[in-house]
Structure formats: structure tokens, C-alpha cells
């Protein structure tokens, strides 16, 4: 039986303890007797298992057990109730606190709105206004950058589906203002009319 050295080393703790048939102890003799890894790799493994067995290598000095506890008691709790400790405590709370109100201000903060088409309308178109079947923007009826097949739907309709005014038709709207939570109660939706885009 030919044994590679990863064979071998798989092997090496039950051919130390003796737990192999004696055909597989022979053959791990054989490949320990010529490869010389393998039979370094036995004697370091069987001179670790010796100093483990051995107690005076483990055998700690009288008290040690105590002075250590006392150290290490004297390293955790340090002294009660010094300045330094009541310092880093009052920092920590400090910063606790400052990073807690900076949250909580962020959440209330008002973004900036950086495009024509983010700016809250001062009020809306009364009639209704159209949009186009390829885009998300909204015009009226007579935008000359109203391109395609169009319908017309209710202002307030077209913003609850997503869609943004143009800049270029509806700018008399997009002055800084009302936005669309005050809309009066009672308008209706207009009636969607399909256009084949003529204007």
C-alpha cells in the first residue's frame, strides 16, 4: 500500500494512540521510515503530547491565583469615584445627547430643492390639464412642447399619479407657495379625453 504524506498526517494521532490494524500501522511505519517531513512531523507531535503530560510545566507559584484576582479587581473597578471617570461618563452623555438632538433635527429639516420642477406651486390651473402617454410631465392644452398622443385628467389627479408640471407652460404656478396638501374640498376629477395630439 503506497501512502502519500497527507495520508500520513491525517493518520499521525491514531498512529501515535495505536488505534490502526496492523496492516495500516505497517504501512505508516514504511512511509515514516523513508520520508523524512513525516517522521519530523511524529516526533514534534508526540513531544508536544509529552509536555502536556508534564505537571511541573503548568504548576503556578503559591498565591498566584490571589494576586492576580486583586490586580485585576483593582484594574476594573480603579478608584471609586475619581474625576476621571465622572469626566468620560459626562462626555459620553454629552455626545449621546448631541448626536440624538442632531437626528432629531435632520428629520425636521426642510431639503433644498434644486429643480424647476421640485418648487411647491403658489396655486394650481383651474381646467384640467393634459399629459402625455410617453412622459411624466404635465402641460396645458396648448404647450407647444406637448409631443404625441395626450389626454386631459384633473391637475390634481396628474400629481397623485407622479406626474410634474413643465416649466416652460406652467411657470406662472411654480412660484414658492401653497403645495398641493391645500387643494379646496369638492373639485372633482375631470374626464379623461383621449386627443390624437393636434393642437
Not at 155 to 181: D, F, H, N, W
Request: a neutral charge; one cysteine or more.
Amino acid at each position: 500500500m503506497d501512502l502519500s504524506c497527507e495520508d500520513v498526517w491525517r493518520e499521525i494521532s491514531n498512529y501515535i494512540d495505536n488505534d490502526l490494524d496492523p496492516h495500516q500501522r505497517a504501512a505508516l511505519g514504511a512511509h515514516l521510515g523513508q520520508c523524512r517531513n513525516c517522521a519530523a512531523l511524529l516526533e514534534g507531535t508526540r513531544n508536544v503530547i509529552r509536555l502536556y503530560q508534564d505537571e511541573r510545566l503548568l504548576a503556578l507559584p503559591a498565591g498566584f491565583t490571589k494576586r492576580l484576582h486583586r490586580k485585576l479587581r483593582a484594574e476594573i473597578q480603579g478608584p471609586p469615584g475619581s474625576a476621571f471617570g465622572w469626566a468620560v461618563s459626562l462626555a459620553a452623555a454629552c455626545v449621546l445627547g448631541a448626536v440624538f438632538l442632531f437626528a432629531n433635527l435632520q428629520q425636521f429639516a426642510q431639503p433644498e430643492l434644486k429643480s424647476a420642477h421640485s418648487q411647491p406651486a403658489a396655486r394650481w390651473p383651474a381646467g384640467p390639464v393634459a399629459v402625455s402617454d410617453d412622459g411624466k410631465i404635465f402641460h396645458v392644452a396648448n404647450c407647444p412642447f406637448l409631443h404625441g398622443k395626450w389626454k386631459l385628467v384633473a391637475t390634481r389627479e396628474a400629481i397623485q399619479k407622479g406626474y410634474s408640471p413643465c416649466v416652460r407652460c406652467m411657470r406662472e404656478y411654480l412660484k414658492v407657495g401653497r403645495g398641493p396638501e391645500s387643494w379646496e374640498p369638492g373639485v372633482e376629477f375631470a374626464e379623461e379625453v383621449e386627443s390624437d395630439g393636434a393642437q
